[in-house]
């Protein structure tokens, strides 16, 4: 049975360019284009995910958000022309789980499908947090007992190095670490100068696990202090 997307916005043309890019990925697109007959559209299929705009008429995005987080808890990405940082807040308070700006990257936008359908329907709940030796930060799953990161749900390829940073962090969400404390802990020893050699391990790292490396949602640098993994 193929995974089935509702996509809601009044622009009909990004609609369509949508539901073709997702079908061409094996998903049932089912179309709406205001927030009340999103609302009729999730009552009538089998919906596992959404995508809605913010501004439309009868019922805008937002609100039709807090309407179906009365009902359903399944994840909702916004899309919006609007990237200031206030909206995306906005967006996430009231219930969305990602929020991505137009114009969209086609390949980020189904790779952000994907990604929240895998937590959906292999993680369970997307907001649990740490169970045992579980470490659970948004798309990423840390099991520490086997000392294996997942990504989506698939595991990633990391060397035993990447793991030891990965460890760290994890365990350690919203902390910052200077480049000086992470090679000390990993390498176990001393260093002058460990900036560069942290920083490649951390561009790798992104690599493997990021939507988009160039602009990571997880492994943040902060300038002058040192690398952080971003609570999600």
């Not at 309407?67 to 219930?95: F, Q, W, Y």
Request: net charge negative; charged share 30%.
């Amino acid at each position: 049975m193929r995974e089935c997307v509702l996509v809601v916005d009044d622009d009909r043309e990004i609609v369509k360019a949508i539901s073709i890019l997702l079908e061409k990925e094996g998903f049932q697109v089912i179309k709406a284009y205001d927030g009340l007959e999103a609302l009729e559209k999730i009552a009538e299929y089998p919906v596992q995910i959404i995508l809605i705009d913010v501004m439309m008429p009868k019922l805008d995005g937002l609100s039709a958000i807090l309407r179906i987080r009365e009902r359903r808890n399944l994840p909702i990405i916004v899309l919006s022309a609007k990237s200031e940082e206030t909206d995306k807040v906005l967006g996430l308070s009231m219930g969305a789980d990602d929020y991505v700006t137009k114009p969209y990257n086609p390949q980020e936008l189904t790779a952000r499908v994907k990604s929240h359908l895998r937590r959906y329907t292999r993680l369970g709940d997307v907001h649990a947090s740490q169970i045992s030796n579980r470490y659970e930060n948004g798309r990423l799953l840390y099991n520490a007992e086997e000392r294996v990161l997942y990504a989506d749900g698939d595991p990633v390829r990391l060397t035993a190095t990447e793991t030891k940073i990965i460890d760290l962090l994890m365990r350690n969400p919203g902390r910052i670490f200077p480049a000086e404390e992470i090679y000390q802990r990993v390498w176990e020893e001393e260093s002058f100068a460990p900036e560069n050699t942290v920083m490649v391990h951390i561009r790798r790292i992104r690599e493997k696990i990021e939507l988009n490396p160039k602009e990571p949602e997880y492994l943040k640098v902060v300038w002058g202090i040192g690398y952080k993994m971003e609570k999600m």
